[in-house]
């Protein structure tokens, strides 16, 4: 602890040093090195006096903001208020406005209209109106919580997770994948005269859950990657893993639409194959840049 407090006013007194040099980006590294090794009220204000010096209105709003979060009481409150108000007017001008999202305990993943956007303690600008917060955490229920957020004010969101129970976790269990049916024992009935298709049904149905396969293994792969961002400590790591597991859900989705349709297609050869002859009697596999579909014409 000491260590990390000597290290917190090591890196203090470099920024405090930059910021006197005018050296505004660099006072911002070297404060929020400190605040990261040692927390306080102070470093948030000379956090957001560094952001001011570089007009970078949300930042310093966020620290100002934060200062005033972290000592409510402080004796310059007074002065701090209205240089919020007025950070908050030009963000307004903007058209944007900044939330900030706040869990107990912190580094839940924050996902705003459906759309991850990072880990709490998460602060971001957002158009005024109404919003949908999900709060997820692992070995806590999700939560929800629906915001409405003014065009001229910031707005902090509190939320209080609860931690996992029998009683609040859902499990959700996939439907058990159907059995291509086995292939009928051949007869000496010569009716219809021989098979039209011969193996082909069969290697569209084997190809098929193959692929259904690879969805399950891409799924399963996605899953993971979605409990490792939310496990993330760093905003970093965090888009690094959703990144991922995104590129793993695309993955599963072709390879579930593609066996899907070849499970289909399978299907109704199978179905004219043993039908008898027919004319015209054609079955495939048609693939768009939007999806794969069977088509099938004949008389059966």
């Not at 957001?48 to 004796?75: I, T, V």
């Not at 297609?265 to 004219?272: E, V, Y």
Request: glycine content about 10%; aromatic content about 6%.
């Amino acid at each position: 602890m000491e260590q990390r407090r000597a290290a917190a006013k090591t890196k203090y007194q470099q920024g405090a040093e930059a910021y006197s040099a005018g050296h505004y980006k660099d006072a911002v590294d070297l404060f929020l090195a400190a605040d990261q090794l040692a927390p306080s009220a102070p470093l948030s204000f000379n956090i957001a006096r560094a952001y001011e010096k570089l007009s970078d209105d949300a930042g310093a709003l966020r620290w100002y903001r934060d200062y005033l979060r972290r000592n409510p009481d402080a004796a310059n409150a007074a002065t701090v208020r209205p240089l919020i108000g007025a950070l908050a007017e030009n963000l307004r001008k903007k058209g944007v406005q900044q939330l900030t999202v706040l869990t107990s305990p912190a580094g839940a993943t924050v996902s705003v209209d459906d759309q991850p956007v990072g880990v709490t303690p998460w602060t971001g600008e957002l158009a005024p109106g109404e919003h949908r917060l999900l709060l997820s955490l692992r070995g806590y229920a999700d939560a929800e919580k629906a915001i409405s957020l003014a065009a001229d004010q910031p707005l902090d969101a509190n939320v209080r997770l609860e931690q996992q129970t029998q009683n609040n976790v859902q499990v959700v269990v996939p439907p058990p994948a159907a059995a291509p049916a086995a292939p009928t024992a051949p007869t000496n009935d010569t009716s219809s005269q021989g098979k039209k298709l011969g193996i082909v049904p069969w290697v569209t149905l084997g190809a098929g859950a193959a692929a259904l396969g690879g969805a399950l293994t891409f799924e399963i792969l996605r899953r993971s990657a979605e409990s490792d961002a939310k496990a993330a400590d760093t905003q970093i790591e965090y888009q690094d893993h959703l990144e991922t597991m995104q590129s793993r859900q695309t993955a599963a989705r072709v390879f579930l639409g593609t066996g899907g349709a070849l499970l289909l297609t399978g299907g109704l050869m199978l179905l004219l194959d043993k039908g008898g002859p027919s004319p015209a009697v054609s079955a495939g596999l048609m693939c768009l840049p939007g999806g794969c579909g069977a088509t099938a014409r004949g008389n059966f």
